[in-house]
């Protein structure tokens, strides 16, 4: 099993709907992170999260939010979908109270968002 | 956050060594240096870091710069599946870093 799992791993959605991707770790990490990429491009922060009671804005939170819902799981929601909203999201976890692992992150396999 | 920069894109025979640069001049005494690659349509998985000191490990090298205002990444002997973007980021020791990511790298590896 995957440490950090994405649902759902595809979706096509409709222009104002309100869609969810939701995300889990086994790794019992304290910090998430969720990116967008857009085909041939780079990593894009959206929103991130130091632990359960902070949430930070990241380089394009418009349009998106998040709510994390216990250590484990940080959901991402497009509350009114739009078509340029449409790429590829992972979210990431991180310990930093680990030093000797490295402070290793730790990708999801990804969701696919298309918005038509 | 203190940036980085590296080519778009670069190439590379099979079998052969690859040298991928990265600057990153407004590093500060307290970031590591991280190394991160995108396989196609995976998630990007950590490759190699460091702080002052040459590392290596199983997959690469690392060697950076006297000043750190600069590292390579090193593939010593480049196979096919090592084709992927390859990201270079800058970690704050204990710090509240964002984890931004550059545009990376495309390594093409020519059969």
């Known amino acids: 099993d995957a440490d950090v799992t994405q649902t759902p791993r595809n979706r096509i959605t409709k222009t104002g709907k309100r869609i969810m991707l939701e995300c889990s770790q086994t790794?019992?990490?304290?910090?998430m992170y969720w990116y967008r990429q857009d085909p041939g491009l780079g990593l894009q922060l959206i929103y991130y999260?130091?632990?359960?009671?902070?949430?930070n804005k990241g380089e394009i939170s418009d349009g998106y939010s998040v709510s994390r819902q216990a250590q484990a799981k940080f959901s991402l929601s497009l509350e009114s979908a739009i078509p340029n909203q449409t790429a590829l999201y992972f979210c990431?976890?991180?310990?930093?109270?680990?030093?000797?692992?490295?402070?290793?992150?730790?990708f999801g396999e990804g969701s696919w968002l298309t918005v038509v | 956050d203190a940036k980085t920069t590296q080519p778009n894109s670069m190439e590379s025979n099979e079998e052969e060594p690859v040298h991928l640069p990265c600057n990153h001049s407004?590093?500060?005494?307290?970031?590591?240096i991280h190394w991160y690659r995108q396989l196609p349509s995976q998630g990007p998985e950590y490759v190699i870091h460091?702080?002052?000191s040459n590392v290596n490990n199983r997959m690469a090298s690392l060697a950076i710069a006297e000043d750190r205002k600069s590292s390579t990444l090193i593939l010593h002997r480049a196979t096919l599946r090592d084709a992927a973007v390859y990201y270079c980021?800058?970690?704050?020791?204990?710090?509240?870093?964002?984890?931004?990511f550059g545009t990376g790298t495309r390594l093409t590896i020519i059969p």
């Open positions: 990431a976890t991180s310990d930093w109270a680990r030093q000797s692992s490295g402070n290793t992150i730790y």
């Open positions: 460091g702080l002052t």
């Open positions: 980021i800058l970690r704050e020791y204990f710090g509240n870093e964002k984890l931004t």
């Open positions: 999260s130091f632990d359960v009671k902070d949430i």
């Open positions: 407004t590093i500060s005494g307290t970031d590591y």
């Open positions: 790794k019992g990490h304290d910090r």
